[in-house]
T-cell receptor, first 114, second 117 residues
Framework: DAGVIQSPRHEVTEMGQEVTLRCKPISGHDYLFWYRQTMMRGLELLIYFNNNVPIDDSGMPEDRFSAKMPNASFSTLKIQPSEPRDSAVYFC????????????FGSGTQLSVL | EDKVVQSPLSLVVHEGDTVTLNCSYEVTNFRSLLWYKQEKKAPTFLFMLTSSGIEKKSGRLSSILDKKELFSILNITATQTGDSAIYLCAVVLPPSGSGAGSYQLTFGKGTKLSVIP
């Protein structure tokens, strides 16, 4: 299995622009998580899905952030409009029901908002 | 308020040294604690601990959990430059809010380990 796949690896954009991050979980995994990592706050859970349904989005910082999972093999995290304080590494992770709580992470998207 | 606290935040050692990384937590309904290693990209899984006092070991790395005192340690013996990374501790929390949903991981801020030749 190729593991969790994220794209793009790097994204540089200007303040006010829309940013879309993409994730393909491991096949057969029915939980998908979006995390954000910064030096100040570490890894923070933004939102997670089970069977494509958003379960808990309490970590989403504000209405500028939205996430979707239209099918079992694809999810997006969108920021509109982006701001410099959104600059961070965004990770997607997945795991399977009934398995351990161990998460498998993608390589992340390094987002820089200028 | 942080539920998972790691110490030290950073550490510089020489090759061959032994290091101990600490993780303390404050959660109810504890299920398990996980350690991850993060080099330049994705965090990779090291250990999952659920039972107190039972050491998990993999090569030069080992970890143990103390559920009474609410902490875990990660030991690395005979460190090598390839051990340089951020080590993350995560605790499994029960579902938030009404209880719907799944258990999820809450991470500490990590310990940045630098091993110099």
């Amino acid at each position: 299995d190729a593991g969790v796949i994220q794209s793009p690896r790097h994204e540089v954009t200007e303040m006010g622009q829309e940013v879309t991050l993409r994730c393909k979980p491991i096949s057969g995994h029915d939980y998908l998580f979006w995390y954000r990592q910064t030096m100040m706050r570490g890894l923070e859970l933004l939102i997670y899905f089970n069977n494509n349904v958003p379960i808990d989005d309490s970590g989403m910082p504000e209405d500028r952030f939205s996430a979707k999972m239209p099918n079992a093999s694809f999810s997006t995290l969108k920021i509109q409009p982006s701001e410099p304080r959104d600059s961070a590494v965004y990770f997607c992770a997945s795991r399977e029901t009934g398995g351990s709580e161990k998460l498998f992470f993608g390589s992340g998207t390094q987002l820089s908002v200028l | 308020e942080d539920k998972v606290v790691q110490s030290p935040l950073s550490l510089v050692v020489h090759e061959g040294d032994t290091v101990t990384l600490n993780c303390s937590y404050e959660v109810t309904n504890f299920r398990s604690l996980l350690w991850y290693k993060q080099e330049k990209k994705a965090p990779t899984f090291l250990f999952m601990l659920t039972s107190s006092g039972i050491e998990k070991k993999s090569g030069r790395l080992s970890s143990i959990l103390d559920k009474k005192e609410l902490f875990s340690i990660l030991n690395i013996t005979a460190t090598q430059t390839g051990d340089s990374a951020i080590y993350l501790c995560a605790v499994v929390l029960p579902p938030s809010g009404s209880g719907a949903g799944s258990y999820q991981l809450t991470f500490g801020k990590g310990t940045k380990l630098s091993v110099i030749p």
